[in-house]
């Protein structure tokens, strides 16, 4: 066996140094002697040893777990954020539309399908990002005076079914 510059030869078998590594199957010790590894360029000893350790690869694990725990808060937050923003958004909607109903029909709608049947709300009642059904909304129904001898009762504003506190910790969503 001897060790040329570019070359190991072992026997009648030529292998090149760059080459060794896939060779020897990436274990130096386990091949070739001590003897023959010392005597291999640095960069090549490295690659017959490469791999990584246990401790490596718990190390490791460790950061992307602590990264993690650092990021499923922020992303819980970002959600109940944005399932407020389309609670907003669904109440704006909807009081907007029953004083549209109002306006146009002389009375407020009795319930909330009636504007959905009245070609008003198209698709359907919006769902409750939080209750998450469209059956739970919560109405306040009252008399609306159209004029001062006329009073029709019916919705007058239209609030969320959960209990739930909102992030400002001081409100629950329906009194929204």
């Known amino acids: 066996m001897r060790i040329g510059k570019e070359k190991l030869t072992v026997g009648s078998r030529q292998?090149?140094?760059?080459?060794?590594?896939?060779?020897?199957?990436?274990?130096?010790?386990?091949?070739?002697?001590?003897?023959?590894?010392?005597?291999?360029p640095r960069h090549n000893r490295?690659?017959?040893?490469?791999?990584?350790?246990?401790?490596?690869?718990?190390?490791?694990?460790?950061?992307?777990?602590?990264?993690?725990?650092?990021?499923?808060?922020?992303?819980?937050?970002?959600?109940?954020?944005?399932?407020?923003?389309?609670?907003?958004?669904?109440?704006?909607?909807?009081?907007?539309?029953?004083?549209?109903?109002?306006?146009?029909q002389q009375h407020p709608p009795a319930t909330l399908q009636d504007l959905v049947d009245d070609g008003y709300l198209h698709g359907g009642l919006p769902v409750d990002p939080f209750t998450k059904s469209n059956e739970t909304w919560r109405v306040d129904s009252e008399e609306a005076p159209l004029s001062p001898n006329q009073t029709v009762a019916g919705i007058v504003d239209v609030h969320s079914g959960s209990d739930e506190i909102s992030t400002d910790g001081a409100t629950a969503y329906s009194s929204w």
């Open 15 to 40: 292998l090149k140094l760059r080459s060794l590594p896939m060779a020897l199957g990436h274990d130096c010790s386990a091949r070739l002697s001590n003897a023959i590894c010392s005597q291999l």
């Open 46 to 104: 490295r690659l017959l040893a490469s791999g990584f350790t246990l401790l490596e690869l718990m190390t490791v694990l460790t950061l992307i777990l602590i990264l993690a725990s650092f990021a499923v808060p922020a992303y819980r937050t970002a959600i109940v954020r944005a399932h407020e923003s389309v609670l907003r958004d669904d109440l704006y909607t909807l009081r907007t539309l029953i004083d549209r109903y109002t306006l146009d």
